[in-house]
């Protein structure tokens, strides 16, 4: 009877070839679910960050029937400057600023609106000091609705971890080159120093015209993805030039990049290689910078940790997805001055009177 029971009680258990037969299932069904639930996050994320895009587009729609036209993309807001008592911002401020009240943030715009006096005694203007200043609070403000959920927090600006408040949406700044925010002619909707858009203005219709469109954070030196190549000549006669710079999405080691400026790593950076990208090189293409800084004019490209493209919110609300494959057109050409523009479809949506005709991603 006892050896009986001992039998039984042996058969019950598992053998090592059972068990490891066990394993190698488990394994295969693992492997083959992994693609799977990494494809539902990125649908998951390209669909919050679209969410973003639209309420950053129903934000601006609603600042312009507030101030009958958009918010420049580099406005005239202070008139002080680091030297002076109190600080201001020397103009280098971005339009996003006036954006807050119109995506929940009416608290922080109303904090920033007024003069503002840090722990140390400093007394800021509206809206803030210098782009560059950690101090102030708003520049370490993060900002869910300025965050791509697929974006990482990448390369601090100055490496300065003070600075928290990051950007993963840019202005479109058109088909231009030189568009250092100085222009009085800006191709996009946006551009130009304190220059705002009506709605009016965009001849080419507003569902073919993009207002806003991801624009990532460079997560190690040699990332495409938010930084820019130093000081690359001719970009206004041949922007094929600046493709030139890197490969697989890394700048090459003979090319000088600005990493102490991540393109994305400041929501309030006003200057057009920060707050803006153009239409020009497909999306995730090298940005090339005039200047070591970015403080010039130059070529600056839409981005994303989305799988094959960008997403775009157009002047009708709509969002689109914009493939790495989109038509560019001529990429040897100059740049336009005006009149359609040679870069093709992706250059055709980012103008806002340029006479091209419908056209889509």
Known sequence: MQTSL??????????????????????????LLLPAVQKVREAASRASCQNNLKQLGLGLMTYHDSAN??????????????????VGNENTISGLIYVLPYIEQGPLY???SVNWTSPA????????????????????????????????NGLYYGNDQLFAGRRNYAFCLGDSVNNNNTTTSPRGVFGGFNIS????????????????????????????????????????????GCLATAVNGQYLTTVGVQTGRPLGALWHNGLAAHSGFTTILPPNSPSCLSDPYGDQWGIYSASSYHSGGVN???GDGSVRFVSNNINTGTLTAPQPTGGQSPYGVWGAMGTKSGGEPGTSP
């Open 312 to 314: 775009a919110v157009m």
């Open 121 to 152: 005694g400093t007394v800021y203007l509206p809206f803030g000091p210098p782009r560059d200043f950690n101090a102030y609070f708003g520049w370490q403000t993060d900002i869910k609705t300025f965050r791509c959920p697929a974006a990482p």
């Open 69 to 86: 036209g958009f918010p420049p993309s580099r406005p005239n807001s202070s008139t002080g400057t680091r030297n002076t008592n109190p």
């Open 197 to 240: 858009t009506k709605l009016g203005d965009i001849t080419d219709g507003t569902s073919n015209t993009i207002l806003m469109a991801d624009k990532a954070n460079a997560v190690d030196s040699r990332d495409v993805r938010g930084l820019g190549a130093q000081s690359i000549t001719g970009l206004d006669t041949n922007p094929s």
């Open 110 to 112: 109303q904090q920033m």
């Open 6 to 31: 001992s039998r039984s009680r042996r058969r019950r258990g598992f053998t090592l070839i059972e068990l490891l037969v066990v394993i190698a299932i488990i394994a295969i069904l693992i492997g």
